[in-house]
């Protein structure tokens, strides 16, 4: 225990003194003032990184986007609030549409319309999104029922 307290204590206030005392007889170096030269070699290197970096968000960008078909993209047709944080989505899949409930915490399927069944799925712009998508899913609630 004794042992530890001298090797902390040499380490801690003797090798600093050492070194500094050696440091005193050293002559000071010049002050290097900065040149236009380092200037440009600094701004070339900066040019390099940002290039490669803007290099590299072009390419990420374009590959991202190389799995996407015209054929599979997915869009919103329209909504319906149902509540503070409940709604329900019909969302455009290709040829498919999907009625889905929207939770915070879930999300679920409610019906799947495919063929005759899809609902415009060109919105008109005389017509409201909300009242013609709340109008058209009430025909499709009420036929669903009556199966």
Do not use: Y
Not at 47 to 59: A, E, R, S, T
């Amino acid at each position: 225990m004794f042992g530890k307290k001298i090797v902390t204590g040499l380490l801690f206030w003797w090798f600093p003194a050492c070194f500094a005392a050696s440091g005193v007889d050293a002559p000071k170096q010049a002050v290097k003032t900065v040149s236009s030269g380092d200037m440009l070699h600094w701004s070339v290197g900066l040019l390099i990184v940002l290039g490669i970096f803007f290099l590299c968000v072009w390419g990420m960008r374009k590959l991202s986007g190389l799995a996407v078909n015209s054929t599979e993209k997915m869009r919103v047709v329209g909504g319906l609030s149902l509540g503070m944080r409940e709604k329900v989505i019909l969302l455009q899949v290709g040829k498919k549409q999907l009625i889905l409930g929207v939770t915070p915490g879930r999300i679920d399927a409610l019906h799947v319309l495919e063929g005759d069944d899809c609902l415009n799925s060109e919105p008109s712009p005389s017509m409201a999104m909300d009242s013609g998508f709340a109008q058209k899913l009430m025909q499709v609630m009420k036929g669903r029922s009556d199966d």
